[in-house]
DNA sequence: TTTGCTAAATGAACGACGTTCAAGTTCATT
DNA sequence: AATGAACTTGAACGTCGTTCATTTAGCAAA
């Protein structure tokens, strides 16, 4: 049964993450308040740490939406029964315009750090496995040779290749290539890199 | 002349900007505090801001001395009259290699960010390219139709594909490839993209 | 309904932080 | 030696995340 308390708690809860969310895509990690976030969420400083253990598992709900979000995107960019080299492009453009159309939110998946002695829960690591599950089908097709856990790794190594060049791209101080540049040379880096794999 | 006030001032400088380094290297970004790092460096908490202009000038003067040693890395690591391929090798390995054993440090170059409001400025924008320079001329050979800014945003590309495995690998949270298998998958990494270069 | 117990809400208070500032001190120049 | 500018100092300020004693609300047994 959902006693009063119950469903009150889980009703704070989710306007603390909403909030938190519109703060970090706003402001960024480092726009996220503890007194605006209960401020917009309608409730008192100290009732944060009642529905909440602290702000970083505030922000690890945060991106554990995004990463819920992102991961839809990517699993809705490939199209049916299409041929792997096509949908390692699909993929990988997807990853591109997520990142493009929600830079903060995307950034905070990646730059938050927990404070120290404190670990990241199992809970929301197994969500991160989202960004290279999308990968593992075609890149099998690319490589049969290869062992499952060897295309792990693969997929592992292509999505964080791509993920740099965004990375950098957006954040990068001048060593980044142009966002104007950011989708050709993604697709360039995945050409290469799928023609190589294909003649290793 | 050097004044004796100015040398006091550039010596403080300096005492800052080492214990500042040592600071971020045991403890990241997030281990640079005011009050130690003015205590380490033997002055008062307000000389910090006589001597600098705030921490974020402080980290981005560590900053600089990081890259210009991971620059002299990267240059050291090319052998003479290597053929390109080798060349690239050798400076994704010795980049892999600076990253593992100066964490910290490496990590500061990337993540730190500026205050809300206050820009990068230019003398420090203006180190970045030491991460890209090496690159250009074995890739240069490899693809000698590219005109020279294709070549360039070709070998920013080509750094920021090795950048992000490294930093997945070492902050990824189980999405990046084991530490022990990076060398390999970077060495993959190029050897797939040298060849895809080759051939496009 | 009333009573007692548990759990949540509240906002003042705490400690740590970056930064500023008025006061005292040192230095270069006359 | 005297003057004015520059540096040094550490207390003080504002902001932050987090805690806590107190008040308030929800729930179960009588």
């Known amino acids: 049964m959902a006693t009063k308390t119950e469903k009150k708690r889980e009703d704070l809860r989710k306007r603390l993450v909403d909030a938190a969310e519109l703060a970090i895509a706003e402001g960024g990690l480092r726009g996220l308040k503890a007194r605006d976030v209960t401020t917009k969420a309608g409730c008192a400083l100290g009732a944060l740490y009642n529905a909440v253990e602290d702000l ?90 290869l062992p499952p856990e060897a295309l792990t790794l693969r997929a592992q190594t292509l999505f964080a290749s791509v993920h740099g060049v965004v990375q950098l791209a957006i954040h990068g101080r001048f060593v980044g290539v142009p966002v104007s540049s950011l989708k050709s040379e993604v697709a360039a880096l995945v050409d290469a890199m799928t023609r190589g794999i294909h003649l290793v």
Chains 1, 2 share one sequence.
């Open 56 to 145: 970083d598992q505030l922000v690890m709900l945060v991106n554990s939406r995004t990463l819920a979000s992102l991961g839809e995107n990517l699993r809705m960019s490939v199209a049916q029964d299409a041929p792997p080299t096509q949908a390692m492009q699909a993929l990988a453009g997807a990853y591109v315009d997520f990142a493009l159309d929600n830079t903060s939110l995307w950034s905070a998946i990646f730059n938050h750090k927990m404070a120290i002695g404190a670990e990241v829960p199992d809970w929301h690591k197994a969500e991160y496995p989202v960004l290279i599950a999308e990968i593992i089908a075609p890149l099998g097709q690319l490589r049969p040779d």
